[in-house]
């Protein structure tokens, strides 16, 4: 297990809604990066916070945003959900300037939009 | 889109034999990196290589990278039940560990 916490679990959504996911990093990370990851597929990247400030966005529209707070915890949120957005959501806490030793993940929060 | 390719897709072995997997990919990298993945819960880094080494051991895992050929692959020796899960590369083009994973291989050990 990691020191990478996610909440909620799961939840479920209707078409249209807006929904808030929330991260907290591992102890000594300044780094949180997002994911998504629908059904049977790998992990795509939606983002990456650094210094509170987006460091790296995916293929992904504007409808995502995220939000990283000074004690580098982080939010994503989705307005307008569609259909396609339900997936497993996962955020990962590094530390910056130390690629190449891996990050951690969380345990992922499961989005269902009805 | 994803930025790599897995095969096999799936993969039933015994308890006892050896289980490989591979990797590939599209552009030019810093690292490849293997997770984990049980039953759609959190991922779990495995093994790291760097773009300038061609094999790397950790306890049962060998990883072995091919840069001109852009693919990597992970061997599982003495494969046990417990490894029975979804293996994921994943690859870091020196973005600070902004990874871009491949489509998986399911594994299942069978006792």
């Known amino acids: 297990e990691t020191g990478v916490t996610q909440s909620p679990t799961h939840l479920i959504k209707t078409r249209g809604q807006q929904v808030t996911l929330r991260c907290s990093s591992q102890s000594g990370h300044n780094t949180v990066s997002w994911y998504q990851q629908a059904l049977g597929q790998g992990p795509q990247f939606i983002f990456q916070?650094?210094?509170?400030?987006?460091?790296g966005r995916g293929n992904f529209p504007p409808r995502f945003s995220g939000l990283q707070f000074p004690n580098y915890s982080s939010e994503l949120n989705v307005n307008a959900l569609e259909l396609d957005d339900s997936a497993l959501y996962l955020c990962?806490?590094?530390?910056?300037?130390?690629?190449?030793?891996?990050?951690?993940f969380g345990p992922g929060t499961r989005l269902t939009v009805l | 889109s994803q930025q790599g390719e897995e095969d096999p897709q799936a993969l039933s072995i015994q308890e006892g034999e050896n289980a490989t997997m591979n990797c590939s990919y599209k552009?030019?990298?810093?690292?490849l990196q293997w997770y984990r993945q049980n039953s759609g819960r959190g991922l779990v880094h495995l093994i790291l290589?760097?773009?300038?080494?061609r094999e790397k051991h950790s306890g049962r895992l060998r990883v072995t990278l091919d840069t001109s050929k852009k693919s990597s692959s992970l061997l599982i020796t003495a494969s046990r039940a417990a490894d029975t899960a979804s293996y994921f590369c994943a690859t870091d083009a020196n973005t600070g560990n902004q990874f871009y994973f491949g489509t998986g291989t399911s594994l299942t050990v069978i006792p």
């Open positions: 990962a806490s590094s530390l910056m300037g130390t690629s190449g030793v891996g990050a951690y």
């Open positions: 552009t030019s990298i810093n690292n």
């Open positions: 916070y650094y210094r509170e400030e987006e460091n």
């Open positions: 290589i760097r773009s300038n080494e």
